[in-house]
């Protein structure tokens, strides 16, 4: 986690999920979790489906229950940490101009990955990093709580109710509606639900989501709102 608790006279802020959202890393958390499973005797399929809906430690206790879970993690930041090293990243069409164009001090990151690897993968990809980063190391609780999504605002000093979340995932849109933000979906076919809009890619929404940023005076809908 980056930053202290800013002090600033703006009244809306921009919070972006990562992976998904902001970065196309699909292929490359597959493969990781592939070799992962090889390692372990496991089905790399059904290994990543478990993984898709849990954090780390719970993807171990369910797919190897026998194995010691804090071997089972080195294993996998081994991996992770070599695939950001190598791996092939590529931004999301829009990424680059939405962030550079964000007002500064607007927006923050809020990610279940590790800070380290975020800095990696966005200096490989031309992307911005801003001053705030809540990533799985600065929360003890993570995705769908909505401790995450209150931690970034309250260090940009943002209202909740005056936060955009930028989110492609359920876990990820909970949270952003459990901490009484705005949360908008991008790059699924399909809204995800509980999503006040949906955009099939993020290139759709930037300008939707520069305008939020740049407008103080809009609001923010209430949860439950319907999608677009």
């Not at 890393?25 to 290994?47: I, K, P, S």
């Not at 719970?58 to 294993?75: G, I």
Request: hydrophobic residues 40%.
């Amino acid at each position: 986690m980056t930053s202290e608790p800013a002090s600033s006279a703006r009244t809306t802020y921009v919070l972006f999920d990562v992976d998904g959202t902001l970065m196309d890393a699909v292929h490359n958390q597959r493969r990781v979790w592939a070799t992962w499973a090889q390692r372990y005797g496991l089905d790399a399929d059904e290994v990543y489906q478990v993984a898709l809906r849990t954090r780390p430690m719970e993807t171990f206790a369910q797919v190897a229950p026998d194995e010691d879970p804090h071997a089972c993690l080195a294993a996998l930041h081994e991996l992770e940490d070599d695939d950001v090293r190598t791996g092939d990243y590529q931004a999301f069409g829009g990424a680059s101009d939405l962030l550079h164009d964000l007002p500064p001090g607007s927006w923050a990151l809020v990610t279940s990955n590790y800070e380290h690897r975020v800095r990696g993968r966005f200096a490989r990809t031309g992307l911005p990093v801003p001053d705030v980063i809540v990533d799985a190391a600065a929360v003890a609780e993570g995705k769908p709580s909505p401790v995450p999504y209150l931690q970034a605002a309250a260090l940009l000093g943002a209202d909740p109710a005056s936060c955009l979340v930028v989110e492609d995932a359920p876990s990820g849109v909970r949270s952003g509606l459990r901490a009484g933000m705005t949360v908008w979906g991008v790059n699924t076919p399909a809204p995800v639900e509980g999503v006040h809009r949906h955009f099939t890619t993020l290139s759709e929404a930037v300008p939707h989501i520069l305008a939020f940023a740049r407008d103080e005076a809009l609001t923010s809908r209430p949860s439950g709102a319907p999608s677009r």
